[in-house]
């Protein structure tokens, strides 16, 4: 018993405990507003927050949002057993591609799931979520049995419920940043959820809009990327032509994705919709990067969504040897084989293995399988499917495995060998094809630390084949055209505060998560979701695994709504276009600044002023409240700032205006005007904002700096308000006019 | 639908809730997630009636004015106000051991003693808690924990652990409980004397010692809120001072904010260090003076805020019990230090230390036994005071922490001993006036002599600021000073709080009012007495 709370049960009871600490509470209801079941109020005379524990289920979302740590609960989760459907075993593993998991078998079971959410007033699932579905909505519409509904929610952020519900790896996404799971036990079964959804009433097919703009996109790849993309320009009525290379459109998902974990059917479900609906699908045609120039002739935009194919070697030696490949080639030629005219044992033998796998009296050939990620367990079962053996080996600890929890269980339960923190240093062969393998053991502490070899002692396989399945890069050939790519998916500096509120960074996920850090990871997400809203170049957009490099199938999805609405929102057209309506509609510009005693605030406002004289449609913010978003949505943006410095020593932008233009993400060709404001001396301020903001590829049309007598706002005098005026004037933002007053 | 957004209000609106309603183009663009969030709506009931009194007036806002404003949001204000400080302290730390043995030629002893002490509690009766704005105690120590000297740093170095709520519940009693033993060692080893030099320096280090591990191992300013020896006294006392600190400008902008970026730090302030939200403080009690919060404001809504004199001991609706047994210890504190001068004591003080073994002044149970006393007497009679006027109608019971439970002594006790702040500040102050008054000009030859010059023969060594008489004229003056202050406050108080649970308004004044000027008499005649034994 604490000494707090003498008149109340200890903990230890059947019941979850709630101990609000008075010293440190505030009284500043982050908690109450946020509590899923309202056990927490306000004591208005003493200001403090006040708990009801016979409300409280233990959630713990009051002790994670929390700002001064004044909340503690104890007891247990107040909430029921989550259902977990058998396992599916395959018939017969050999040749058996059905699907192998199952969703929730009926209503019964799926009402008692969703009973499970708690409909959090800030759910952090939807921030773990990289779509950010509306999970409670959904959630809550299964509950009223209202399907339909539960489609239109899904449909605002997703377009491919039927395709994540499968492959998406939910412990580190929404279901990692569970209430339930941050709390330390076991999460709402969103993804079956989800899936129940698009089982028992198909996704609608997109709804193309009258087409009203002549808005023309080509998308390079049919990837999940190109797909998100593609549906929301569609149904806003523009003409999309989606370039292919390979013969069937679904890039990774159909290729990639083998049919017992993603059938066919459903992967290519988006593509066979678009096609009905009216897009442009070419497939068996390939983009170089010197093509681009003639796409952004021929469309509006172009958005390059062409995945992240290049698979990862490793460069040991006997890499060379036969009988070594990498993941790609294994996939498409197993699929190949799978199919209804393939031939299994072909494929073995066009390996380099003996045709007799799995007969009597013969071992199966082994394959060493490198890595133990997703990919890694795709190549390892369909091996087995195949008839081999399938050893994987990642020099990860298997606390940090990158494979989804159920998928290394299940590829365990099907006969795979998977061996954690082991690297492969060297392959020998004989007569030139590779028959052993070294592993050397390793270790690693942390999950964002590399292993180490940590003995020389190695282990010797014999094996008949090795895949390389330790994941893909994008193609480099595509680096010059799409500068910035591939962009790091790290937040940095101090998160969203939105984010921090709602408790998914205040602690790591359960057990059931594999303790990942699931709000840092979507934090990092969030990072490349908004980059996805800017050109890499004028007209140009690049999604997916393009834009971020290895990705998930709904991240990439994400991406190319994101893009897609920036491709819509800032109405590109592509030369000799003559639709004026499409093109001159009335400008945005957004007047950010960097104000320290109110003076370059004010001057930001005159300069506002001075473009809604013109009609333009103006918004003034603080650079600490613009972001990536802000920045996406403005056709020219105003940059202002102080200058800091001792009269003319040490005179430069202000320090948070400085590090706010480090921090900046490509332009693309952004017109930029740009204002300081200065006691006795600007000095270089100006040229070093403009050289900062040209590095990031953006276009300065024009700068001023104001000292006292042009805030004076005498008139005559060349002010804010002026050059707000002389920027709005201008015919066409493009022209580059060179204002410096000093 | 497209809106045009052309007036200053909706330009500075949220950006996301903008984007959402300027263009449904725009909106494709904004963050789905705030869609989906669903809030309840924050309680508003009762914030007239719990913060009314205590909010302080707009115009009253200093951070208005542009330069304070600039100098406010800059990271280095702070730093700048430490580093003097810093430099003083740590000279007096290797002074106090390397420099001269003579109390009152080492600069560590005479500026510690003569002026220090007595200019923070000048500080601290005029703006309450500057002195902790500029600590360099608190101030080195949070520098470590930090890893900067100001920039905004993500990664701390420390445990980060909450101080554990068991003990956090008895809040100001236990950096009494600090100040005590922190008298007592000085007492001891007669450090404020001064004697040795050297055991300043001992004090100092030890102080910065503790700090630097409480700072390391428990999150933001648990050592400044919960241990440190000066935070009762400047908490209390200072809620006398005429700065409110920094508060919220318009509470229904921070009920609505949805970071809170004040408590939890934003991309240019820490979260407040001192557990303190401007939208929902009522005193100065906890308000540091950091800017920490001015800063981290993404809304522009906090502002530095100057009061009447003595508002924060009238005003506040939440009074609580630890600050009220602060106040009860502390006057027993500052009251044996007048008692300690008579010969009773000395003749009690040396029986004890015969029976017990202790070398010499002052004995612990002596000490802690006459302080429990004269606090347990001040608690005892305001316990008599309720006895005699509460109203048998009105239910006192309450459940709750330490701080927070409610009883019919309570209901008496913990407003009073708010009215009785100004007499015991005035106490505490009129204590360290003759060392001010006799020795303050010795710290010129101090520093002198730190460059060898000077010596005990120098004229200032000698001078003093005023004679014995007029200095016990002084110190009754700012006793009776004191008094007249408590009683207005203790008026104030009795009128909101005590009359309504009272059942003669004539009976309640006049004890409580009888109380003050006992109090008051008693500190005036044990100087007096004080000036006679000498």
């Known amino acids: 018993m604490t000494l707090t709370d003498t008149n109340r049960l200890p903990a ?59 909340i503690v609960v104890e007891g247990p989760l107040l909430v029921g057993l989550r259902f977990e459907p058998e396992p599916v075993s395959p018939e017969h593993l050999l040749g058996d591609i059905g699907e192998i998991r199952s969703g929730l078998a009926g209503w019964p079971e799926a009402l008692a799931e969703a009973e499970r959410c708690l409909q959090c007033p800030d759910p952090t699932c939807i921030r773990g979520c990289p779509a950010h579905n509306d999970i409670p909505g959904f959630i809550g519409a299964v509950r009223d049995r209202d399907l339909e509904s539960a489609h239109e929610i899904l449909r605002r952020t997703s377009v491919l419920p039927d395709i994540c519900s499968r492959v998406c790896n939910q412990s580190a996404q ?112 390939t983009i170089r990067p010197e093509d681009l120039d003639g796409l952004l002739v021929t469309h509006d935009a172009v958005i390059v969504a062409h995945g992240a194919g290049m698979p990862l070697r490793l460069p040991v030696p006997g890499a060379d040897l036969d009988g070594v490949v990498d993941a790609t080639m294994f996939l498409q030629g197993a699929k190949a084989a799978f199919e209804s005219n393939g031939d299994p044992a072909g494929f073995c033998t066009t390996l380099g293995l003996a045709g007799d796998a799995g ?79 070294e592993l050397a053991l390793t270790t690693q502490k942390r999950a964002d630390q590399h292993p180490k070899v940590f003995s020389q002692k190695t282990e010797e396989l014999q094996i008949d084949l090795v895949v390389m399945a330790m994941g893909y890069r994008s193609d480099p050939a595509f680096a010059d055209a799409l500068p910035g790519t591939p962009l790091r998916r790290e937040a940095s500096g101090v998160p969203d505060r939105r984010w921090t509120a709602s408790g998914i960074l205040a602690n790591r996920a359960s057990a059931f998560a594999h303790h990942s850090p699931v709000g840092r990871l979507a934090l990092g997400r969030e990072v490349s979701l908004r980059a996805a809203a800017l050109p890499v170049s004028e007209r140009l957009w690049a999604v997916g695994d393009a834009l971020t490099g290895p990705a998930t199938v709904v991240e ?41 005693g109110g003076k370059t605030a004010r001057a930001a406002e005159a300069v506002a002023d001075g473009f809604s ?106 002010g804010p308000a002026a050059f707000g005026e002389e920027l709005a004037r201008q015919a066409t933002i493009q022209a580059v006019s060179q204002v410096l007053v000093e | 639908m497209s809106i045009q957004v052309n007036d200053r209000a909706a330009r500075l609106a949220d950006p996301v809730d903008v984007a959402i309603q300027v263009n449904d183009r725009a909106a494709r663009l904004a963050d789905p997630v705030d869609v989906a969030i669903r809030l309840r709506p924050p309680e508003h009931a009762g914030i007239a009636e719990r913060f009314d009194a205590s909010d302080p007036t707009p115009g009253l806002d200093v951070a208005r004015n542009p330069h304070v404003a600039r100098l406010l949001h800059n990271r280095k204000f702070q730093f700048l106000m430490i580093l003097p400080n810093q430099i003083v302290f740590w000279t007096v730390i290797f002074v106090g051991l390397l420099g001269t043995a003579v109390p009152g030629l080492n600069f560590g002893a005479a500026i510690t003693w003569y002026v220090w002490f007595c200019l923070v509690f000048v500080m601290m009766v005029v703006a309450g808690r500057a002195w902790c704005a500029m600590c360099p105690f608190g101030g080195f120590a949070e520098w470590v924990q930090r890893r900067a000297f100001w920039q905004r740093t993500q990664k701390t170095l420390s445990l980060g652990r909450k101080f554990p709520e068991g003990l956090a519940q008895f809040g100001f009693v236990l950096p009494v409980a600090t100040f005590l033993l922190l008298t007592w060692i000085e007492e001891y080893f007669n450090i404020a004397g001064p004697g040795n030099p050297a055991s300043t320096s001992f004090m100092v280090i030890g102080i910065v010692a503790s700090a630097l591990i409480f700072f390391l191992v428990f999150e933001r300013r648990t050592f400044c ?97 630890d600050v009220a047994w602060a106040i009860a210890l502390l006057w027993g504190l500052v009251l044996y230090q007048q008692i300690n001068f008579t010969n009773a004591y000395n003749s009690l003080d040396s029986w004890l230390n015969g029976h017990l073994h202790i070398p010499h002044y002052p004995n612990p149970v002596g000490y802690l036994g006459l302080i429990a006393i004269l606090t347990l007497v001040t608690a005892g009679v305001i316990r008599g005071i309720g006895a005699l006027c509460a109203r048998r109608d009105v239910a006192f019971k309450q459940a709750g922490n330490f701080a927070e439970r409610g009883s ?83 008026w104030r108080i009795t009128t909101r709080e005590l009359i309504p649970v009272s059942r003669s308004a004539l009976a309640v004044r006049v004890t409580t009012s009888g109380l003050v000027l006992v109090c008051g008499a008693a500190a005036a005649v044990l100087y007096v007495a004080m000036q006679a034994a000498n």
């Open chain 1, 12 to 70: 230890g009871t059947d019941r979850p405990y709630v101990q609000i600490m008075t010293d440190r509470c505030a009284g500043c209801q982050e908690c109450v507003i946020r509590c899923p079941t309202g056990a927490l109020s306000m004591d208005t005379k003493h200001w403090v927050a006040l708990a009801d524990d016979d409300l409280c289920v233990g959630c713990r979302q009051c002790v994670r949002t929390c700002p001064f740590s004044a």
């Open chain 1, 174 to 285: 929404c279901e990692g940043a569970c209430s339930w799971s941050l709390a330390g036990g076991t999460p709402v079964s969103i993804g079956r959820l989800e899936r129940f959804i698009t089982d028992n009433l198909a996704v609608p097919p997109p709804a193309p809009a009258p087409s009203a703009s002549e808005l023309s996109v080509g998308i390079i790849g049919s990837g999940p990327a190109g797909a998100g993309a593609a549906w929301d320009l569609l149904e806003a009525g523009a003409s999309v032509t989606v370039y292919e290379k390979e013969a069937t459109p679904g890039g990774l998902c159909v290729w990639g994705i083998p049919d017992f974990t993603l059938p066919e059917v459903v992967a290519t479900r988006p593509w066979r919709q678009l096609s009905d609906a009216g897009l442009d699908l070419r497939c068996s045609t």
């Open chain 1, 359 to 437: 007969e009597q009296g013969h071992p199966a050939p082994e394959i060493l399988v490198l890595g133990a990620g997703n990919t890694a367990m795709d190549v390892a079962r369909t091996a087995r499917r195949l008839g081999l053996r399938a050893t994987c080996v990642d020099w990860l600890d298997e606390r940090f495995a990158l494979a989804r929890p159920d998928e290394l269980a299940e590829a365990r339960h099907e006969g795979v060998e998977v061996r954690f923190s082991r690297t492969l240093t060297a392959l020998h062969g004989s007569a030139g094809r590779v028959v052993r393998a």
């Open chain 1, 556 to 596: 990439a999805m994400a991406q190319g709504r994101r893009a897609a609405a920036a491709v819509l929102d800032s109405r590109p057209t592509r030369p000799g276009r003559s639709d004026r309506a499409w093109s001159s509609g009335q400008r945005r510009v957004l007047v950010c600044y960097e104000s320290s």
């Open chain 1, 613 to 718: 004289a013109r009609g333009d449609q103006v918004r003034v913010l603080p650079i600490a409240k613009v972001g990536t978003p802000e920045l996406a949505a403005a056709d020219l943006v105003v940059i202002g700032t102080w200058v800091e410095g001792f009269v003319v020593a040490g005179v430069r932008p202000a320090k948070a205006m400085r590090s706010w233009l480090d921090g900046l993400p490509r332009l693309a060709g952004k017109p930029i005007g740009m204002f300081c404001t200065f006691a006795v001396s600007p000095k270089d301020s100006l040229r070093s904002m403009r050289k900062a903001v040209e590095a990031k590829g953006a276009l300065v049309v024009a700068q001023a700096a104001f000292g006292p007598g042009e805030l004076g706002a005498e008139p005559g005098v060349f």
């Open chain 2, 225 to 321: 809120r919960y241990i440190c020896p000066l935070t009762s006294l400047i908490g209390t006392v200072g809620s006398m001072g005429m700065v409110a600190g920094f508060r919220t400008r318009d509470r229904e902008v921070c009920l609505s904010c949805k970071t809170k970026d004040c408590m939890r730090g934003g991309d240019q302030g820490f979260g407040c260090p001192w557990y303190t939200w401007p939208a929902s403080a009522d005193s100065n009690l906890y308000c540091g003076l950091c800017t920490e919060c001015y800063k981290s404001c993404p809304e522009e809504n906090i502002g530095l805020f100057l009061q009447k004199p003595f508002t924060s001991v009238v005003a506040p609706r939440r009074r609580r019990a």
């Open chain 2, 408 to 490: 019919r002594f309570r209901a008496y006790f913990v407003p009073i001993a708010y009215g009785l702040i100004p007499v015991v500040g005035a106490d505490y102050f009129a204590r360290q006036l003759p060392k001010f008054f006799k020795s303050s000009p010795r710290v010129v030859p101090a520093v002198q002599h730190m460059f060898g010059a000077a010596g005990v023969h120098s004229w200032l060594y000698n001078a003093r600021l005023l004679s014995d008489p007029r200095i016990v004229t002084t110190q009754v003056a700012v006793i009776a000073l004191g008094t007249v202050a408590a009683l207005w406050a203790t």
